[in-house]
């Protein structure tokens, strides 16, 4: 049993079936670490939704939608081990998750302040 997922997952606030990833996207190095943080497996992808979880076997799957992301859903969840599958190419999302944020590539030319001058 893999109880302890990395702490940040807590972190994604489910309301239903969408979730937000800001707090997740200010401490992520980059995009693809963002879906690595929420909890997407593999890079396959399933336009429907699979018969049953590809991790774990589960017949119970739910839709995902990343508010702000896409303004449709873009995982499977599966409602016993909560592995994210998408629903489109993982690059895809990548990309709209770099553009939500707008200045990643900028960002890591930038030092970062001190915690001091953070209130
Ligand atoms: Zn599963």
Redesign the pocket.
């Known amino acids: 049993m893999e109880q302890n997922k990395k702490a940040t997952k807590i972190e994604v606030e489910y309301s239903g079936k969408a979730a937000t990833i800001f707090s997740i996207i200010e401490e992520a190095e980059s995009p693809r670490s963002v879906l690595d943080e929420i909890g997407v497996v593999g890079t396959k992808v399933f336009r429907r939704c699979p018969d ?7 017949g119970v ?1 739910t839709t995902l939608e990343l508010i702000g992301v896409a303004n449709r859903p873009l995982f499977w969840e ?6 994210l599958h998408c629903m489109e190419e993982r690059k895809w999302i990548e990309h709209r998750i770099k553009k939500l944020d707008g200045c990643w590539t900028i960002c890591q030319a930038w030092e970062m302040p001190d915690k001091d001058e953070f209130n």
Do not use: V
Not at 52 to 58: D, E, L, R, V
Not at 78 to 83: E, F, K, L, M, Y
């Open positions: 049953s979880c590809p991790i774990c076997g589960n799957l599966c409602t016993n081990c909560n592995a």
